[in-house]
Each structure stands twice: as C-alpha cells, then as structure tokens.
C-alpha cells in the first residue's frame, strides 16, 4: 500500500473538482489546471475530499503512480489555490538583499 496514497485530500472552499472520466480539472481564484490519470489509478470527490484510489491490485511500478498522483492532485489544488511561492534565505557576511519597487537587488560578493 502506498501511504501516501491513502491520505485524503482537504479541497478549500473557493478550488473546485471535475472528474470527467481518467481526467481531472482543478480550478480556483489562481487558475485552472488539468491532468490525465493512469488507468489504473481512480480518483474520487466524496465530502469536499478528494480520494485517490487504485483500480485494481497493483504491481510494485503502479503503487509509485499511487502515491505520484496523489502528491500531483494536492499540489495542483494548492497552486490554483495559494498560487506559487519561492522563499529564499541568505546567510553569510557581504551578502545584502534590497527589494526596490518591482526590483530584488542581490550582492552576493564578487
């Protein structure tokens, strides 16, 4: 069993989710996403969760899609969700950053 197959998904109030055959459509106030589902792979949406189940009894390489489309699945409903998010940390002495207006300025030394 995968186990992170297993875990539901928590949909936010403001994501929708279409399940129209092995094509799933994710979309939020950030966008709209869409992804093909390997055959083997179900996807459910049962009580604002959604549920990624397995076909049929899966060979070692298929539990890997298992647990793959389920981190895909979540990923996708907190990108059109929370959108993209990148933090960078700077440690070291002579490194400065400056954020100006539109601009991020960066001395990292020579």
């Known amino acids: 069993m995968s186990r992170i197959g297993k875990k539901p998904i928590e ?32 996807v459910e949406n049962k009580d604002g969760k959604v549920f990624v189940l397995p076909n049929k009894e899966l060979s070692k390489k298929e539990k890997g899609l298992w647990g793959l489309y389920r981190a895909l ?5 907190e990108g059109v969700n929370k959108g993209f998010e990148k933090k960078l940390e700077i440690e070291g002495i002579g490194y400065k950053a400056i954020a100006e207006g539109d601009e991020l300025i960066l001395n990292v030394g020579f």
């Open 73 to 77: 699945i979540f990923n996708m409903v």
């Open 11 to 42: 949909i936010p109030q403001a994501v929708k989710i279409e399940i129209a055959g092995q094509e799933l459509k994710v979309s939020g106030p950030k966008g709209e996403l869409k992804i093909n589902i390997h055959r083997n792979i179900k």
